[in-house]
């Protein structure tokens, strides 16, 4: 099975670092005003980045994510940022 993890179009990226900011793995990074997975082995391809996206340059590859998904991943983005903080 392949290991499914984020891509990142840059010419759709902004550079508005928000994926960055959401990434618990810590695997994105902001590069000359664009994002980029700087560690494919840290992303889980759990998809936290992709609600916080507003161009819809981050995108994991194969993954059809209806918009309810995006509510859900954006819920599980929050619990696991209060885990994080008690
Ligand atoms: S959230 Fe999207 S537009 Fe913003 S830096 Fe990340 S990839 Fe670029």
């Known amino acids: 099975m392949k290991r499914r993890i984020i891509e990142i ?10 994926c960055a900011a959401a990434c618990h793995e810590g695997a994105i990074a902001m590069v000359d005003g664009k994002a980029r997975l700087m560690r494919d082995d840290y992303c889980d391809g759990f998809g936290d980045c992709l609600p916080h996206c507003p161009t819809g340059a981050a995108q994991v590859p ?25």
């Open 62 to 86: 194969n993954c059809c994510f209806h918009p309810l998904h995006l509510d859900w991943l954006q819920l599980q983005s929050f619990h696991f940022a209060q885990l994080r903080n008690t």
């Open 9 to 18: 179009d840059e010419n759709k990226c902004n550079g508005c670092g928000a």
